[in-house]
């Protein structure tokens, strides 16, 4: 399972309103999905967070799925009155074996995972 975050949402939000926030959602969510198998399942979970479900991935197909999907987010920005607007994010995975798989749990480290990733990064900024 995948955990993607849009990290300046926000900034975004108060830079243009929430109608630009919306779409800049939307824009992520479709550059997300571009190439994305039919059995994996993306769901918004949160303000500004989505969850990717990828059945019978293994560690390898993972590290292949979230290069496709950073291609793809960096490769054509949302465009908002004449402006790219760059979408900040992370990304984080959590693989399990089938037999070990808990969906509570593992929503739990997907979180705990992106807050990790959140700070090392603004700790290096």
């Known amino acids: 399972m995948l955990t993607l975050e849009l990290v300046n949402l926000d900034d975004i939000v108060k830079q243009h309103g929430t109608k630009v ?7 992520f969510a479709l550059m997300a999905t571009d190439r994305r198998r039919n059995e994996n399942v993306l769901s918004r979970t949160s ?20 290069k496709k999907i950073e291609s793809a987010i960096l490769g054509e920005e949302y465009v908002y009155r004449g402006h790219a607007l760059k979408a900040e994010y992370l990304i984080s995975a959590i693989t399990k074996r089938e037999e070990d798989l808990h969906l509570q749990q593992m929503l739990q480290e997907g979180e705990v995972e992106v807050f990790r990733m959140q700070q090392l990064k603004d700790s290096s900024a």
């Open 47 to 66: 303000y500004k967070q989505f969850r990717m479900l990828l059945p019978g991935v293994d560690k390898e197909g993972v590290k292949v799925v979230v």
């Open 21 to 27: 926030g919306n779409a800049m959602l939307r824009h």
